[in-house]
């Protein structure tokens, strides 16, 4: 009677033995886990904020060349990069304000003063004259937009002849502390 009691080792077995309904739900599961971490990366990859912000903000007629800006190591923007007649004609116009982004335009000489005006923005900007040594020599802060009209329009000229000029949002210049005498640092 005793060995009626016991469990036998065919009982004991059949318990350890895995039920395949069971198996194969895990790995159902498992897989559907692994297509949600590829759908959310992909879903990130194209929708991610920046890209959106970036899309949104950029004209097809801007330069495809861009690069960062930094003063004493810290970020100022990131900065489209003009360098034909045609993108420094167009500069920033037709653009949305955006807090990290500008335009830094290069010159083939600096043998001359340059001048820039503020006709067709929909923002306020500071511009920032450079000579050769990426040395801010002038500096306009909070320059205001201006209607397009048949009248004279207000210029803005560096003081002294410059290799290049940065155009960022208004206040940002003031914001990281840029003065006349400052170095930027970008590479190209």
């Known amino acids: 009677?005793?060995?009626?009691?016991?469990?036998?080792?065919?009982?004991?077995?059949?318990?350890?033995?895995?039920?395949?309904?069971?198996?194969?739900?895990?790995?159902i599961i498992a897989?559907?886990?692994?297509?949600l971490m590829v759908l959310s990366s992909i879903w990130w990859i194209l929708f991610d904020e920046e890209t959106i912000e970036r899309e949104e903000w950029t004209p097809s007629e801007l330069p495809s060349n861009e690069t960062v800006i930094y003063y004493n190591g810290a970020f100022v923007c990131d900065a489209w990069?003009?360098?034909?007649?045609?993108?420094?004609?167009?500069?920033?116009?037709?653009?949305?304000?955006?807090d990290t982004r500008g335009m830094l335009f290069i010159f083939d000489t600096t043998s001359s003063t340059r001048t820039f005006h503020m006709q067709g923005m929909s923002y306020s900007i500071d511009i920032i004259f450079m000579d050769g040594e990426k040395r801010v020599v002038d500096i306009y802060a909070e320059v205001?937009?201006?209607?397009?009209g048949g009248g004279a329009?207000?210029?803005?000229?560096s003081s002294v002849p410059v290799a290049y000029t940065l155009e960022i949002v208004a206040g940002r210049a003031e914001e990281l502390n840029i003065m006349v005498?400052?170095?930027l640092e970008w590479p190209l």
């Open 31 to 35: 897989v559907i886990l692994v297509v």
């Open 181 to 183: 005498g400052s170095e």
């Open 81 to 98: 990069i003009a360098a034909t007649e045609a993108e420094r004609s167009q500069g920033l116009i037709g653009t949305e304000e955006n």
């Open 153 to 157: 329009h207000t210029t803005y000229s």
């Open 144 to 148: 205001p937009p201006e209607e397009d």
């Open 1 to 27: 009677m005793a060995l009626a009691l016991r469990p036998t080792q065919a009982f004991l077995n059949q318990e350890r033995v895995c039920n395949p309904m069971r198996l194969h739900a895990h790995h």
